[in-house]
């Protein structure tokens, strides 16, 4: 009897706290709803997105500004005197390349080029040095900077010059203008010349002939180039005395004399032109004019069948004949260019540049029209 009666308030017992835990549960959630909620009556604190900046405000402001100017030009600046540095490193590695080249260890002009090119790359140095400083500290003074950023960039013009000039005299120490071989006349001899055999026979009622010369020696008479015929032996001539530069055409009685002295051991250009109509003559030296005369074999022509020679005169007889050896050419000759016409100021100056080599004569053309060397004359490069 009492069985089913337990059994009854056991079951009515166990819903009962079902229910309730269920409703405790409800109730822990919706105090935590409402416990991380705003509470309704709050009022949510607001922005001051529009507050205007103070006077110190806007002086940071500015002082930011400036300082940001200053370090663009400062910026500026070290992009300029690095690629300054770049390009005087350039100009250094490509001069020390082309020294690298077998030569007289004893020769005392090799030694003063060996020492003037340590002290430009000491300087070279020093700045790259100075920049770096100068690039790692802070300048609190922009005007103590801009004196130093300066004083940097001055130096480096003044390096810059220095190779220049180091530069124009290794070019005239080996060969000039860019041209790749020269022919070595060792010694005076009667029997040391180059005879040039241009492709067409030469008539000229003008002309103008440019050479690179580098003489050992310069005696009263040096033939550089000369043209001759059985009839005139003296039709063309550029030679060299102890004291001037000569030009002749037609015979000694048509001379135009430059008082120029050609420094031994040291390359020159020459040029020389002629024109018949009024007998116009000219002499250029390293791009400058050094002579000129009017009257000079007026409307005389240049004929043909003539033998063409270089560092030798020609008597007329023979190819290879009757030569003085007084009158010989030793040293190096290269760049031997002949016109059919009188080159312009411009031209002249063009053809004595520093890379003209490859500029030729339509007569005769360096590096083109044959020209053999004889009785120990010798190409070299």
Same mark, same amino acid.
């Given at each position: 009897?009492?069985?089913?009666?337990? !059994?009854?308030?056991?079951?009515?017992?166990? +819903? $009962?706290?079902?229910?309730?835990?269920?409703?405790?549960?409800?109730?822990?959630?919706?105090?935590?709803?409402?416990?991380?909620?705003?509470?309704?009556?709050?009022?949510?604190?607001?922005?001051?997105?529009?507050?205007?900046?103070?006077?110190? #405000?806007?002086?940071?402001?500015?002082?930011?500004?400036? *300082?940001?100017?200053?370090?663009?030009?400062?910026?500026?600046? #070290?992009?300029?005197?690095?690629?300054?540095?770049?390009?005087?490193?350039?100009? !250094?590695?490509?001069?020390?390349?082309?020294?690298?080249?077998?030569?007289?260890?004893?020769?005392?002009?090799?030694?003063?080029?060996?020492? +003037?090119?340590?002290? !430009?790359?000491?300087?070279?140095?020093?700045?790259?040095?100075?920049?770096?400083?100068?690039?790692?500290?802070?300048?609190?003074?922009?005007?103590?900077?801009? $004196?130093?950023?300066?004083?940097?960039?001055?130096?480096?013009?003044?390096?810059?010059?220095?190779?220049?000039?180091?530069?124009?005299?290794?070019? $005239?120490?080996?060969? =000039?203008?860019?041209?790749?071989?020269? &022919?070595?006349? =060792?010694?005076?001899? /009667?029997?040391?010349?180059?005879?040039?055999?241009?492709?067409?026979?030469? /008539?000229?009622?003008?002309?103008?002939?440019?050479?690179? %010369?580098?003489?050992?020696?310069?005696?009263?008479?040096? &033939?550089?180039?000369?043209?001759?015929?059985?009839?005139?032996?003296?039709? %063309?001539?550029?030679?060299?005395?102890?004291?001037?530069?000569?030009?002749?055409?037609?015979?000694?009685?048509?001379?135009?004399?430059?008082?120029?002295? @050609?420094?031994?051991?040291?390359?020159?250009?020459?040029?020389?032109?002629?024109?018949?109509?009024?007998?116009?003559?000219?002499?250029?030296?390293?791009?400058?004019?050094?002579?000129?005369?009017?009257?000079?074999?007026?409307?005389?022509?240049?004929?043909?069948?003539? @033998?063409? *020679? &270089?560092?030798?005169?020609?008597?007329?007889?023979?190819?290879?004949?009757?030569?003085?050896?007084?009158?010989?050419?030793?040293?190096?000759?290269?760049?031997?260019?002949?016109?059919?016409?009188?080159?312009?100021?411009?031209?002249? @100056?063009? %053809?004595?540049?520093?890379?003209?080599?490859?500029?030729?004569?339509? +007569?005769?053309?360096?590096?083109?029209?044959? @020209? *053999?060397?004889?009785?120990?004359?010798?190409?070299?490069?």
């Amino acid at each position: 009897m009492h069985l089913p009666a337990i !059994l009854v308030c056991v079951l009515w017992s166990a +819903v $009962r706290a079902e229910n309730s835990d269920d409703y405790e549960l409800m109730y822990v959630n919706l105090d935590n709803e409402i416990d991380n909620g705003l509470h309704p009556t709050e009022d949510p604190t607001p922005c001051d997105c529009r507050r205007e900046h103070s006077e110190w #405000d806007k002086l940071f402001i500015t002082l930011e500004n400036s *300082q940001m100017r200053q370090g663009m030009l400062l910026q500026a600046t #070290d992009d300029v005197l690095r690629g300054e540095l770049r390009r005087l490193r350039e100009e !250094l590695g490509r001069l020390a390349g082309s020294l690298e080249r077998p030569c007289t260890p004893a020769a005392p002009t090799e030694a003063r080029l060996a020492r +003037v090119l340590d002290e !430009l790359l000491q300087a070279s140095r020093d700045a790259s040095r100075r920049l770096a400083l100068l690039e790692g500290a802070e300048a609190p003074r922009p005007e103590e900077a801009g $004196r130093a950023l300066g004083a940097v960039l001055e130096e480096l013009r003044q390096t810059r010059a220095d190779l220049r000039a180091v530069q124009g005299w290794a070019a $005239r120490r080996w060969l =000039p203008a860019g041209c790749e071989t020269a &022919i070595l006349f =060792p010694m005076r001899s /009667k029997k040391i010349f180059g005879s040039v055999h241009p492709a067409t026979p030469i /008539k000229l009622e003008s002309f103008s002939a440019c050479i690179w %010369v580098k003489a050992t020696d310069v005696l009263n008479k040096t &033939i550089l180039f000369s043209y001759g015929t059985k009839r005139n032996p003296y039709e %063309v001539q550029l030679y060299l005395s102890s004291q001037a530069t000569v030009l002749v055409v037609g015979g000694e009685e048509n001379k135009l004399v430059a008082d120029t002295v @050609i420094s031994p051991g040291r390359w020159t250009h020459l040029c020389s032109t002629w024109h018949s109509k009024k007998g116009h003559m000219s002499l250029w030296v390293d791009g400058e004019l050094v002579a000129t005369a009017v009257g000079m074999a007026t409307d005389h022509v240049v004929p043909e069948g003539g @033998i063409l *020679q &270089i560092g030798q005169e020609k008597n007329g007889c023979c190819v290879g004949g009757g030569f003085d050896e007084t009158l010989a050419f030793s040293g190096r000759l290269t760049g031997f260019n002949i016109w059919d016409r009188v080159l312009s100021n411009e031209e002249i @100056i063009e %053809v004595g540049g520093a890379e003209a080599c490859h500029i030729r004569g339509n +007569v005769v053309g360096w590096g083109v029209t044959e @020209i *053999q060397p004889h009785g120990g004359a010798q190409y070299i490069s």
